[in-house]
């Protein structure tokens, strides 16, 4: 009984793999992924490379770095005060500091 338990129950089991969980980390920055949050990454690391601002450039230049933003939609709407709340949350868990571009249009065409 024991063994055919075992067998039914080890069949339904689905493994995930190594490539999942890369996929998970590039995609949503963890993984073990909070499915009430829909927000993915965007890589902005090549567009980084060549800006001035060394807190971008040097992990875009770095072999092993990368730089990464959350799409927030209607993120524009989020009023200095709160950003600087989400600043003063994060630093809770060591981060030094938040940086932010609001998008309030997007131009169509050169």
């Known amino acids: 009984m024991m063994r055919r338990l075992f067998k039914t129950v080890s069949m339904s089991i689905c493994l995930i793999s190594t490539h999942d969980l890369a996929e998970a980390m590039r995609r949503y920055g963890s993984d073990k992924r909070d499915l009430r949050v829909t927000l993915e990454l965007t890589d902005l690391t090549d567009v980084m490379k060549d800006v001035d601002f060394k807190v971008f450039s040097t992990p875009a230049n770095s072999p092993t770095g990368r730089v ?3 799409r927030v939609p209607k993120g524009s709407e989020i009023t200095r005060g709160e950003i600087d709340a989400y600043t003063q949350f994060v630093a809770i ?4 500091g938040l940086a932010y571009i609001k998008v309030n249009g997007r131009r169509q065409g050169p």
């Open 68 to 70: 990464a933003a959350l």
């Open 93 to 96: 868990y060591g981060a030094r």
